[in-house]
């Protein structure tokens, strides 16, 4: 009897703030006290009432429905959205995958700062060290300073630091960025990898490729409306450089300038954000000996390859060669004392921790720096307290629906007759080998894959250290194992993805927390409408220009026929004409050749739709009532929108966002994404099925005349 009580007076409470608050302030609310409990916590048939006319609720709290669905809308689903989740000072950007980040954020935190011995294993306990060690930190003392500089001194000397004592004959940029990368696995400037083979993805091979760019493609770091970004980065620096080394101020800013200037140089040598990526013709397969004779004696691969990896090697991917062309030049003319002191910034910028005026900063912090090292070890932390296996069930539902709906029109031949019947079968195989995972990491070996890290609770550098030691060691031994599933730890943290060396879509963990796109109570409607559009999105990835050069085995090898591939750069070119010609905040969308992210949008919603109808209709052929349950299980209770609209509406709502003034630019520029408002407008606009739902005459502007279609 208590038990149904408490379920009865958890229920109404929730009820209580979803009516008072009416906004996504009460789903937050109840999220931030909730989600720390376990969805099998939560399965009563009352409850699951409730969470659904919260959801209700919260759906019709973003949506202005005085807005005329035909004639835009992203402002009927989300005209709400940016008054009651509008930016604030400390934020960039409001949306669902922010959302969604502060609810994993509130477990991890949960996870990291509370033990439980029934439940911990001992990588949790090493992650809470690491975690721990972090947070102990609060302010940039000597001991700290020094121990960077220990850091700087087992390499070389910084001449920044050490001033006319800086001795250039004794600086060998090679030697130094070999020997970082073989002790810490770092690239900077040019780097040396391991990783699994494009042509054969069994066994892995070494590639020569770039440094990271903060700023990601050349466009932001030669056009003069980019330049406030570069202002930011080069005044960051300079602090840095006072802060974490005790340089003075004012030679720390001369130094940041001429760092920032040098990086402008490299910078130079990368693709423009509207260059499309052509791995076959950027990725060539050549020897050390072929290489010696492109870029030396300036770039010596030869030694460069050597020292990092510390074995004699043959044959390499050259990626990127235009990089290492502009790199040639750029070294000839660049001081060595700027060199310098750019390599050593570039060492001890991964050690340089912001701890913040206030303690719930400096905790914010720690716990983003523990997922980017200990992404995987916190999923599945995560994943083994707060899912179960309804979780797992209801996605493989979703994937199998949409591999079956694809395959069907892969099949008939009323679609994409665009495709040749032999590039059709090679597209119907690649789509029956495509596997779905969960980033749950549940079935790996965790324990042996952590091997022998130890982290300590007091001694944030050092973990670092041991960490980057660690990777470094790992890196090596690749290149005599056989390749392993592609890892991209923090940046598959909140998004699918489709690893096209593997043919497999990776379903984050942080995508699967109840009550935002998923929980057993909601409609498939809304699950369909969001995680499926999504997944349906990484599915169509596997067909666009990059997903033709990867075969069913995931190997780099075009399996498209010429005439498939002319008929498909066809119907590209009306995604390229339609998308410049709406703009942003002034600013025309770039009119990029590839497209694949607004055709994947396009033909993710598409598929995603075709398989819930699909669902819906092997439902209803199956019930006695055709209809009657199924239709009162499929809407929600006070939205009075039938399943087919819920849908879209669920769909709108995943780009639902506000956005800084300050990334407004960055994002039409760096993004190979459109922003969000145009992933619900251009997408629903060329689909025939939302006009009927919705009844939009033609003409209307989410139904216009001409439209776009690929899949």
Same mark, same amino acid.
């Given at each position: 009897m208590r038990n149904f009580l408490s379920n009865i007076l958890y229920g109404l409470a929730l009820l209580l703030i979803q009516l008072v608050y009416h906004g996504s302030a009460a789903p937050e609310r109840l999220r931030g006290n909730a989600d720390l409990i376990s969805e099998s916590q939560r399965d009563s048939d009352y409850i699951s009432q409730v969470m659904r006319h919260a959801k209700a609720a919260e759906m019709a709290s973003f949506m202005n429905e005085s807005i005329n669905p035909c004639d835009d809308f992203y402002k009927f689903a989300c005209g709400?959205?940016?008054?009651?989740?509008?930016?604030r000072d400390n934020q960039l950007s409001t949306g669902l995958f922010e959302r969604l980040a502060e609810g994993l954020n509130r477990k991890v935190k949960h996870l990291l700062e509370h033990k439980n011995d029934q439940l911990d294993t001992e990588e949790d306990k090493h992650v809470r060290n690491f975690y721990k060690s972090c947070t102990a930190i609060t302010a940039i003392d000597e001991t700290y300073r020094n121990k960077l500089k220990k850091v700087i001194s087992d390499f070389g000397a910084m001449p920044a630091l050490e001033g006319s004592k800086w001795n250039e004959s004794e600086f060998d940029w090679i030697e130094t960025i070999g020997e970082i990368a073989f002790s810490y696995g770092q690239t900077i400037i040019i780097g040396v990898e391991v990783n699994t083979d494009l042509a054969n993805n069994e066994v892995n091979i070494v590639y020569l490729t770039e440094q990271a760019?903060?700023?990601k493609v050349r466009g932001m770091y030669l056009k003069n409306n980019t330049k406030t970004y570069r202002t930011r980065i080069r005044d960051v620096m300079a602090k840095e450089l006072n802060n974490y080394l005790?340089?003075?101020?004012?030679?720390?800013?001369?130094?940041?300038?001429?760092?920032?200037?040098?990086?402008?140089?490299?910078? *130079?040598?990368?693709?423009? $954000?509207?260059?499309?990526?052509? #791995?076959? %013709?950027?990725?060539?397969?050549t020897t050390i000996a072929e290489m010696q004779n492109l870029y030396g004696p300036t770039l010596d691969i030869q030694r460069l390859v050597n020292i990092s990896l510390d074995e004699e090697i043959t044959s390499v991917y050259d990626l990127l060669p235009q990089y290492k062309v502009n790199l040639v030049k750029v070294i000839q003319r660049t001081p060595k004392r700027i060199l310098a002191n750019y390599i050593f910034y570039r060492l001890v910028k991964p050690l340089m921790l912001d701890?913040?005026? *206030?303690?719930?900063?400096? $905790?914010?912090?720690?716990?983003? #720096?523990? %997922?980017?090292?200990?992404?995987?070890?916190?999923?599945?932390?995560?994943?083994?307290?707060h899912n179960n296996d309804d979780t797992a069930a209801d996605v493989q539902l979703m994937w199998t629906e949409m591999q079956e709906t694809f395959k069907q029109k892969l099949q008939s031949n009323s679609f994409l007759k665009w495709i040749s019947p032999e590039t059709r079968k090679l597209a119907t195989e690649k789509l029956a080998a495509m596997k779905l995972e969960i980033n749950s990491y549940a079935n790996q070996n965790l324990s042996e894959e952590f091997g022998n890290i130890q982290m300590s609770e007091d001694d944030y550098i050092d973990n670092l250290l041991y960490i980057f030691e660690d990777e470094a060691i790992s890196q090596r031994?690749?290149?005599?194992?056989?390749?392993?599933?592609?890892?991209?730890?923090?940046?598959?943290?909140?998004t699918p993805a489709n690893i096209l060396l593997e043919n497999v879509v990776k379903v984050p963990v942080a995508m699967l927390q109840p009550y935002y796109m998923w929980a057993s109570n909601y409609p498939n409607a809304i699950k369909f409408g969001t995680l499926a559009a999504l997944i349906g999105h990484e599915i169509i990835h596997g067909f666009d220009i990059s997903g033709s050069k990867f075969d069913a085995q995931g190997n780099l090898k075009d399996w498209w026929d010429e005439v498939s591939r002319n008929n498909f750069v066809d119907r590209q070119q009306c995604f390229k004409q339609q998308y410049s010609n709406y703009s942003y905040y002034g600013k025309k969308l770039p009119k990029t050749d590839e497209q694949s992210e607004n055709i994947?949008?396009?033909?993710?919603v598409r598929l995603a739709f075709d398989a819930y109808r699909r669902w819906q209709q092997a439902q209803n052929s199956s019930l006695n009532d055709p209809g009657?349950?199924?239709?009162?299980?499929?809407?929600?209770?006070?939205?009075?929108?039938?399943?087919?609209?819920?849908?879209?509406?669920?769909?709108?709502?995943?780009?639902?966002?506000?956005?800084?003034?300050?990334?407004?630019?960055?994002?039409v520029t760096v993004d190979d994404h459109v922003p969000h408002k145009f992933r619900v407008l251009v997408p629903l606009s060329n689909f025939e099925e939302f006009s009927k739902e919705f009844h939009c005459a033609l003409g209307t502007k989410m139904n216009p005349v001409r439209k776009c279609e690929i899949y």
């Open positions: 709400n959205w940016r008054r009651i989740n509008m930016v760019f903060p700023l005790n340089i003075e101020a004012n030679l720390a800013q001369s130094t940041a300038t001429e760092l920032m200037d040098f990086e402008v140089e490299l910078a *130079k040598g990368l693709k423009s $954000e509207n260059e499309v990526l052509d #791995l076959e %013709k950027e990725s060539n397969l701890v913040g005026t *206030k303690k719930s900063e400096r $905790e914010m912090k720690c716990q983003s #720096l523990t %997922k980017k090292y200990f992404a995987k070890f916190l999923d599945n932390m995560v994943y083994r307290r031994e690749l290149i005599n194992e056989p390749a392993t599933p592609f890892e991209a730890g923090d940046t598959l943290a909140y994947a949008d396009n033909g993710g009657s349950r199924l239709s009162h299980k499929e809407t929600l209770p006070t939205l009075n929108y039938t399943s087919m609209q819920l849908f879209f509406i669920s769909y709108a709502q995943i780009w639902c966002s506000d956005v800084h003034s300050n990334l407004r630019l960055l994002q």
